[in-house]
């Protein structure tokens, strides 16, 4: 069951991959790498996928604390 906020991500990935800018690796700034935008935040290897936003290996289903 998805909460409010899965929802919300959710969301807002399927529009964001659906149509990426095509300078959103240099706006955010990460590295395109297999259709996912990667980059470091809170000291670890983050990523934006169409699967979810993982932090590390971890997928984040709620707001980080």
Known sequence: ??????????????????????????????????????FRAFGEECRLSPNGIFVGDTLQNSVLA
């Not at 959103?24 to 990460?30: C, D, F, G, Q, V």
């Open 1 to 38: 069951m998805q909460d409010n906020y899965s929802r919300l991500v959710t969301a807002n990935l399927v529009k964001l991959f659906d149509a990426p800018p095509r300078d959103l690796a240099l706006k955010l700034p990460a590295d395109e790498i297999d259709g996912s935008f990667v």
